[in-house]
């Protein structure tokens, strides 16, 4: 792992906050986390799964990251997904993305050309977040013990599912809002960690039937349900606060003053 900026982040709290960008390979990623002096090995770290169409730095993402680590003095990394952000897009994608736009223009649905697409993704995106885990906790700043857990939307929850079905090192997930296929409801089977899932209730393209059957396939025993009005991208900034929330009681972290 490779970083290649270190940026000090102004935040509204006392505890400062810094911004470093790295990259492992082709992969290109950003790790925030409190300033040096201020966190301690073993702390608890986020993985934060961006949309579809998005990036590492996406402006919800940074804000609920520096949300995370500010409030609760968590680190929180993300990564681009192959072919978005940083990283090039290669033909198959650019025509799943080209389908895509066609479909939107025309009035039609785009479901089955992003989940072919987000499917695809998030079976290449899998192991480069196992690669980045596993240069995240080499670092003396996190270190092997921290507890691990994981957040994202659309895309990020396609990721996160294969993921922590896979990953034994996740022990909480926050997240909402996805295109579901048959293959993320047998992932759901095999998730047990506490989790909570937010589903758009009046999303046009994402149908709250197929959500409401995602989260009855979790395994977990400790799950909750939230249901907003509006679309995926409408969160309510008091669901992004239930979130940090939840993780933050099932990973260990400490409220700080504001």
């Given at each position: 792992?490779?970083?290649?900026?270190?940026?000090?982040?102004?935040?509204?709290?006392?505890?400062?906050?810094?911004?470093?960008?790295?990259?492992?390979?082709?992969?290109?990623?950003?790790?925030?986390?409190?300033?040096?002096?201020?966190?301690?090995?073993?702390?608890?770290?986020?993985?934060?799964?961006?949309?579809?169409?998005?990036?590492?730095?996406?402006?919800?993402?940074?804000?609920?990251?520096?949300?995370?680590?500010?409030?609760?003095?968590f680190l929180v990394?993300?990564?681009?997904?192959?072919?978005?952000?940083?990283?090039?897009?290669?033909?198959?994608?650019?025509?799943?993305?080209?389908?895509?736009?066609?479909?939107?223009?025309?009035?039609?649905?785009?479901?089955?050309?992003?989940?072919?697409?987000?499917?695809?993704?998030?079976?290449?995106?899998?192991?480069?977040?196992?690669?980045?885990?596993?240069?995240?906790?080499?670092?003396?700043?996190?270190?092997?013990?921290?507890?691990?857990?994981?957040?994202?939307?659309?895309?990020?929850?396609?990721?996160?599912?294969?993921?922590?079905?896979?990953?034994?090192?996740?022990?909480?997930?926050?997240?909402?809002?996805?295109?579901?296929?048959?293959?993320?409801?047998?992932?759901?089977?095999?998730?047990?960690?506490?989790?909570?899932?937010?589903?758009?209730?009046?999303?046009?393209?994402?149908?709250?039937?197929?959500?409401?059957?995602?989260?009855?396939?979790?395994?977990?025993?400790?799950?909750?349900?939230?249901?907003?009005?509006?679309?995926?991208f409408q969160v309510?900034?008091?669901?992004?606060?239930?979130?940090a929330r939840f993780?933050?009681?099932?990973?260990?972290?400490?409220?700080?003053?504001?």
């Open positions: 792992m490779d970083f290649i900026s270190h940026t000090l982040v102004s935040g509204t709290s006392a505890h400062g906050l810094v911004e470093r960008e790295f990259t492992l390979g082709e992969i290109t990623g950003v790790l925030w986390s409190p300033t040096s002096g201020s966190t301690a090995p073993g702390s608890p770290l986020l993985l934060s799964g961006h949309s579809g169409g998005m990036h590492k730095k996406a402006p919800g993402l940074v804000a609920n990251a520096l949300h995370c680590v500010e409030t609760y003095g990394a993300a990564i681009d997904a192959p072919g978005h952000g940083d990283r090039p897009r290669n033909r198959q994608d650019q025509q799943w993305v080209d389908d895509i736009q066609s479909a939107r223009a025309g009035g039609r649905s785009i479901a089955s050309a992003v989940v072919d697409y987000n499917m695809s993704l998030a079976d290449r995106a899998v192991p480069e977040w196992q690669r980045t885990l596993d240069a995240l906790q080499a670092l003396p700043d996190i270190g092997a013990e921290a507890p691990i857990g994981y957040g994202g939307v659309t895309l990020g929850v396609a990721t996160g599912l294969m993921l922590a079905s896979v990953e034994s090192r996740i022990a909480a997930l926050s997240f909402g809002g996805v295109f579901v296929a048959d293959a993320l409801i047998e992932s759901a089977r095999k998730i047990t960690v506490p989790l909570e899932y937010r589903i758009p209730w009046d999303d046009d393209h994402i149908d709250r039937t197929s959500g409401l059957a995602l989260f009855d396939a979790f395994a977990s025993k400790d799950k909750t349900l939230h249901a907003h009005p509006g679309s995926h309510p900034e008091h669901e992004q606060d239930s979130s993780l933050a009681r099932h990973l260990g972290g400490t409220r700080h003053s504001i």
